[in-house]
């Protein structure tokens, strides 16, 4: 962007919000350049992994009304084809289901199957997460070994309060018989 931009901008605006609205007008402009940016950042788009699916499709959003800001349309397919082009490897599976369908959905709802799925791997992963404490507590409890080890403590507790503390009075050993 020339400073003849800025120039005409800082003429035309009186205050910030003025002058904010025409650095839109000249950034939305329809001139090739932008376009051509937008087509560049529609059709290399990629998913980042930091941020989120919700985060992503925003991004990819925005991008689409861009296009329409500028008088451009994207049709359903290109969108649809960007979006599952962009989906990170784990998601192939997805990207694959939503390609072989019979007819084009509406990127609204790939986008909402999307955005359901990635839920749904964030639940199994949570399960996932759990199980492993919830087998190892139930294994621990149904143990043989420490099932002995709670009767034998319970038993030195036991031994303790009936024979003055002492666990070899409460087995006998120890017992002096008169």
């Known amino acids: 962007m020339g400073t003849e931009y800025i120039d005409y901008a800082m003429r035309c605006g009186d205050h910030a919000g003025k002058l904010w609205t025409e650095l839109q007008k000249v950034f939305r402009s329809a001139r090739i350049e932008n376009k051509f940016r937008l087509i560049d950042s529609f059709h290399s788009f990629e998913m980042d992994s930091e941020i989120g699916m919700r985060e992503n ?15 451009e349309d994207v049709n359903n397919t290109q969108a ?16 694959e289901i939503q390609r072989s369908q019979r007819d084009v959905p509406m990127v609204a709802e790939v ?27 139930a294994a621990q409890k149904r143990s043989p070994r420490n099932s002995a080890n709670a009767i ?21 050993e120890g017992v002096k018989e008169k």
């Open 80 to 95: 649809i084809f960007c979006l599952l082009k962009s989906l990170p490897r784990d998601y192939e599976t997805f990207a």
């Open 152 to 172: 034998t403590a319970e038993m030195h507790d036991i031994g303790r309060k009936n024979a003055g503390g002492d666990y070899q009075t409460m087995r006998g």
């Open 111 to 137: 986008t909402e199957k999307l955005l359901a799925e990635e839920q749904g791997r964030a639940h199994r992963n949570r399960e996932v997460d759990r199980r492993p404490e919830a087998t190892a507590m």
């Open 57 to 71: 499709v925003k991004k990819f959003n925005c991008i689409r009304m861009e296009f329409e800001l500028l008088g």
